[in-house]
């Protein structure tokens, strides 16, 4: 199947999740798909990753967790996908497995519940933070309301690209092989892709192979903003792409700057800049020039811009529905 044969089913699959989302009342009873990679990934860590051991050894060993979950991802993708060909509804099938792997309206929720944290004029910042520590890795109590609000648009922005615009590439390209095998290559790079001591070397292949997987796609993700930008009052497309092409490479992750630095650009704010983890200041670059002091309103303007480029990827998966 081609990118034009998967277009239709890709668009199914973003309305669907657009409008059920992950419900509760599913997950729990069942685990999401997700959580099967984690556990895997987890499993290896526990059985394959040594103390005693050289790191040449554990980048190894690593290496070879990594391949090992993503054949197996790729292989239970192509089953369904071989599958469902022929089999009653078999359209409406694919789009609702995929619709497990985007992140849409899980986000979307995730998100503005950091803003509704703030309603009251005085504003919660407890509940704040306690709802923007569900999103980052980040110390959340070490923020103040601003902080709160900039990590919200932060994670908004760099998780549309891992959570949205990455699934549909890889989708669009290779089906649902191409989908499971991503979202278990991202769920190991969040797992393991750190550099602290007991990863660097055995995640080392997660990070790398999930830079490389998410290259095109965050690029693509900042262009998506930046265009959903042109449609939307006091904002900015001129400056996200400005602010991309300036601000990305500064950023610590290859990818992580582009989306980054288009929201910032595009809202006029400036987000990212140091931030603390584990008690420890880590000195990252800023993205974008405007305000620093982000308000719950700036992350309900972040909300919308991200809805708008959610319809643009839309918008590219009818169009080329209809080839």
């Given amino acids: 199947m081609t990118p034009i044969d998967h277009a239709p089913i890709l668009l199914l699959a973003l309305i669907l999740d657009a409008i059920i989302g992950d419900p509760d009342w599913i997950y729990r009873r069942a685990p999401h798909p997700v959580v099967l990679f984690g556990r895997m990934i987890g499993?290896?860590?526990?059985?394959?990753?040594?103390?005693?051991?050289?790191?040449?050894?554990?980048?190894?060993?690593?290496?070879?967790?990594?391949?090992?979950?993503?054949?197996?991802?790729?292989?239970?993708?192509?089953?369904?996908?071989?599958?469902?060909?022929?089999?009653?509804?078999?359209?409406?099938?694919?789009?609702?497995?995929?619709?497990?792997?985007?992140?849409?309206?899980?986000?979307?929720?995730?998100?503005?519940?950091?803003?509704?944290?703030?309603?009251?004029?005085?504003?919660?910042?407890?509940?704040?933070?306690?709802?923007?520590?569900?999103?980052?890795?980040?110390?959340?109590?070490?923020?103040?309301?601003?902080?709160?609000?900039?990590?919200?648009?932060?994670?908004?922005?760099?998780?549309?690209?891992?959570?949205?615009?990455?699934?549909?590439?890889?989708?669009?390209?290779?089906?649902?092989?191409?989908?499971?095998?991503?979202?278990?290559?991202?769920?190991?790079?969040?797992?393991?892709?750190?550099?602290?001591?007991?990863h660097r070397a055995f995640g080392w292949a997660a990070a790398r192979l999930d830079d490389l997987a998410n290259y095109l796609p965050a690029r693509l993700g900042a262009i998506a903003l930046a265009g959903a930008a042109v449609c939307l009052p006091g904002m900015s497309a001129k400056a996200a792409i400005g602010t991309s092409i300036r601000d990305a490479g500064n950023h610590r992750s290859v990818n992580a700057g582009w989306p980054e630095a288009a929201m910032a650009g595009a809202l006029g704010l400036r987000i990212a800049g140091p931030r603390r983890y584990d008690g420890a200041l880590v000195e990252d670059a800023w993205m974008g020039d405007g305000r620093a002091d982000a308000r719950p309103d700036d992350i309900r303007r972040g909300l919308r811009l991200y809805l708008g480029a959610c319809l643009i990827l839309a918008a590219g998966a009818a169009i080329l529905s209809t080839v």
């Fill in 43 to 198: 499993w290896f860590d526990q059985a394959w990753n040594r103390d005693t051991q050289a790191d040449g050894v554990r980048r190894l060993f690593g290496s070879a967790a990594v391949l090992i979950v993503l054949a197996l991802a790729a292989g239970i993708g192509w089953l369904i996908q071989i599958g469902l060909r022929g089999a009653p509804y078999a359209i409406a099938l694919e789009a609702l497995i995929a619709s497990l792997f985007l992140a849409q309206n899980s986000l979307y929720r995730h998100v503005v519940a950091v803003a509704d944290a703030q309603n009251n004029g005085s504003s919660d910042l407890r509940a704040a933070q306690a709802a923007v520590g569900q999103i980052v890795g980040r110390d959340p109590t070490s923020l103040d309301q601003a902080g709160v609000c900039r990590a919200a648009i932060e994670s908004l922005a760099e998780n549309f690209s891992d959570g949205v615009a990455a699934p549909v590439f890889w989708y669009l390209l290779l089906g649902l092989p191409g989908l499971l095998a991503y979202k278990a290559l991202n769920t190991a790079d969040s797992m393991i892709g750190h550099l602290n001591d007991r």
